[in-house]
C-alpha cells in the first residue's frame, strides 16, 4: 500500500452508461466508512490501433485508470458490461497490462468484488462476474460476494447476485438501476471499504 490515504479503486468500462451507474452507487456505498474514499476510474475504448487513438481524457465521465491506480489501492470493485457472457474487452486489455504488479504480488490479500450489467435477465450476469474474478485470483486478492443477509438480495426482481451486483439494463426500452440493485451496489462498496479497513489494521 502506498503513503496516501487508502482508497477502493471502483474500476469499470462501461458504453451506454449502465455499469456507470452502478460504479457510482458502489463509490455511495464505501463514503459510508470513514477514513478510506472511492476513486472512480474507467478504461478506453479498444480498436486495432487502440494504443495510437485513444484521447488523454474522456469527453465526459470518470477519467482513465492507470495501473498504478490500482497498484496502489486498498480494494477493488471491477465492473463492465457484459460482452457474450465475459467481460468487455477494453477491460480485459487494462488487466494485461498489470503483470508487473501480479510478479510483484502488489494486489496480494487486498479485498474484491465484482460488478456488470447485462441487455437481457437471463444473459451471463454471474458468467460475466466469474470471468472478472478469475485474473483478480490469480493477483492473489480477496474475493468477496454479497451475502444473503442484505435484504435486496432475496428481494431484487431485477438483478443482483451473491457473485457481485448486477443490473438488468433491458434492451428496446432501458432500465435504470433499480432500488435493490442500487441497495446491492452500496453493500458491495460498504463491504470492501470495511474489509480494506479491517484488514490494514492486521498488517
Ligand atoms: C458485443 C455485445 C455483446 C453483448 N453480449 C451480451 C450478453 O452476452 N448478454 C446480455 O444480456 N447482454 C449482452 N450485451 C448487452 C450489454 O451487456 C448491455 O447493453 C450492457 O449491460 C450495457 O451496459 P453499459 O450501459 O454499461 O454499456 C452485449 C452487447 C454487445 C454490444
Same mark, same amino acid.
Given at each position: 500500500?502506498?503513503?496516501?490515504?487508502?482508497?477502493?479503486? +471502483?474500476?469499470?468500462?462501461?458504453?451506454?452508461?449502465?455499469?456507470?451507474?452502478?460504479?457510482?452507487?458502489?463509490?455511495?456505498? #464505501?463514503?459510508?466508512?470513514?477514513?478510506?474514499?472511492?476513486? +472512480?476510474?474507467?478504461?478506453?475504448? +479498444?480498436?486495432?490501433?487502440?494504443?495510437?487513438?485513444?484521447?488523454? +481524457?474522456?469527453?465526459?465521465?470518470?477519467? $482513465?485508470?492507470?495501473?498504478?491506480?490500482?497498484?496502489?489501492?486498498?480494494?477493488?470493485?471491477?465492473?463492465?458490461?457484459?460482452?457474450?457472457?465475459?467481460?468487455?474487452?477494453?477491460?480485459?486489455?487494462?488487466?494485461?497490462?498489470?503483470?508487473?504488479?501480479?510478479?510483484?504480488?502488489? =494486489? #496480494?490479500?487486498?479485498?474484491?468484488?465484482?460488478?456488470?450489467?447485462?441487455?437481457? =435477465?437471463?444473459?451471463? @450476469?454471474?458468467?460475466?462476474?466469474?470471468?472478472?474474478? #478469475?485474473?483478480?485470483?490469480?493477483?492473489?486478492? =480477496?474475493?468477496?460476494?454479497?451475502?444473503?443477509?442484505?435484504?435486496?438480495?432475496?428481494?431484487? @426482481?431485477?438483478?443482483?447476485?451473491? $457473485?457481485?451486483?448486477?443490473?438488468?439494463?433491458?434492451?428496446?426500452?432501458?432500465?435504470?438501476?433499480?432500488?435493490?440493485?442500487?441497495?446491492?451496489?452500496?453493500?458491495?462498496?460498504?463491504?470492501?471499504?470495511?474489509?480494506?479497513?479491517?484488514?490494514?489494521?492486521?498488517?
Amino acid at each position: 500500500m502506498s503513503d496516501e490515504s487508502p482508497y477502493i479503486l +471502483v474500476l469499470y468500462y462501461s458504453r451506454g452508461g449502465h455499469t456507470a451507474d452502478m460504479a457510482m452507487q458502489i463509490a455511495r456505498g #464505501v463514503a459510508r466508512v470513514t477514513g478510506i474514499t472511492a476513486r +472512480v476510474r474507467t478504461v478506453p475504448p +479498444v480498436s486495432p490501433d487502440t494504443d495510437a487513438s485513444v484521447p488523454a +481524457v474522456p469527453e465526459e465521465g470518470a477519467v $482513465y485508470a492507470t495501473v498504478d491506480d490500482l497498484r496502489h489501492c486498498a480494494g477493488l470493485a471491477l465492473g463492465s458490461a457484459t460482452r457474450f457472457g465475459n467481460m468487455a474487452a477494453p477491460l480485459k486489455h487494462f488487466l494485461d497490462q498489470t503483470g508487473d504488479l501480479w510478479l510483484n504480488g502488489a =494486489l #496480494v490479500d487486498k479485498p474484491a468484488g465484482v460488478f456488470t450489467s447485462t441487455g437481457s =435477465l437471463h444473459g451471463g @450476469q454471474e458468467a460475466t462476474l466469474l470471468t472478472m474474478a #478469475v485474473p483478480l485470483m490469480h493477483h492473489g486478492m =480477496l474475493l468477496t460476494g454479497i451475502p444473503y443477509t442484505e435484504p435486496a438480495l432475496g428481494r431484487t @426482481q431485477a438483478g443482483g447476485t451473491p $457473485y457481485g451486483p448486477s443490473h438488468w439494463a433491458g434492451t428496446d426500452q432501458p432500465h435504470p438501476v433499480t432500488d435493490d440493485e442500487k441497495a446491492i451496489c452500496q453493500r458491495l462498496g460498504e463491504r470492501l471499504a470495511s474489509l480494506a479497513t479491517r484488514l490494514s489494521t492486521t498488517d
